[in-house]
């Protein structure tokens, strides 16, 4: 069965400095790639998604990811943070017509 | 468009009753699924639905029903309610089922069992 890992649990960072969070997950064939937000009392909202074609992706607030598909991985990045990107974040995978497989989350906690 | 929404937002039952979540999705969405978030388990996939027929279905015990209906609202169901099943329950539409799919949710119905 898929699985998703998100390695970071829990990141604290200052403000203006970069983020990165990892996703890896298990399934070696096509798959379709999402990272999901969901800020304090709201509801999971899109960050970016990866279908096909650049590897590097590019979602709403700054946020980007990129897809090795050697590493089977889709990591999220962002250079400079900013208070309001405290939040939880999830990895999800998709694979064909199945449903979405989340990652434990990644909460993230920025310091003003 | 209006986004995802769910009803009741909290509910508070009692072991051993049953309960019914609603949800409705972004109007033209067909394919309606569902979460389970806990803090321990995180995101579960409960089922999926498209055109009123079941199309995916998680490893969730039979307690665990739902059903869509023709203007593609969809509700679930939780018969002889246990502690653990105490979560927030998410329902996410999509355009339609399948790859390349975008899923957008609800805000949750949070359960309480006591």
């Known amino acids: 069965a898929q699985s998703v890992s998100q390695h970071n649990h829990h990141v604290i960072l200052s403000e203006a400095a970069s983020l990165e969070l990892g996703c890896n997950y298990s399934?070696?064939?096509?798959?379709?790639l999402f990272w999901y937000v969901q800020y304090p009392g709201q509801h999971l909202q899109l960050l970016l998604k990866?279908?096909?074609?650049?590897?590097l992706v590019k979602g709403i607030k700054g946020f980007e990811a990129e897809f090795i598909k050697s590493k089977f991985s889709f990591n999220l990045r962002k250079p400079s943070v900013q208070w309001s990107d405290t939040a939880e974040y999830f990895c999800?995978?998709?694979?064909?017509?199945?449903?979405?497989?989340f990652g434990s989350g990644t909460r993230l906690q920025v310091q003003p | 468009k209006a986004g995802v929404t769910q009803t009741p937002r909290y509910l508070i039952k009692t072991r051993g009753q049953q309960v019914t979540l609603s949800c409705s999705p972004i109007?033209?969405?067909?394919?309606v699924s569902w979460y389970q978030q806990t803090p321990g388990q995180g995101l579960q996939f409960l089922f999926e639905?498209?055109?009123?027929?079941?199309?995916n279905k998680g490893n969730f015990p039979g307690r665990f029903s739902g059903r869509q209906f023709s203007n593609s609202r969809s509700e679930m169901n939780v018969s002889t309610l246990e502690l653990g099943d105490s979560a927030l329950y998410l329902c996410?539409?999509?355009?339609?089922?399948?790859?390349?799919?975008?899923?957008?949710f609800g805000p949750g119905t949070r359960l309480t069992v006591l």
């Open positions: 399934y070696g064939g096509t798959v379709n």
């Open positions: 639905y498209f055109s009123e027929t079941q199309r």
């Open positions: 990866y279908f096909s074609g650049d590897p």
């Open positions: 109007s033209g969405h067909r394919s």
């Open positions: 996410a539409s999509s355009a339609t089922q399948g790859t390349h799919n975008e899923q957008f």
């Open positions: 999800a995978v998709m694979e064909g017509r199945r449903a979405l497989t």
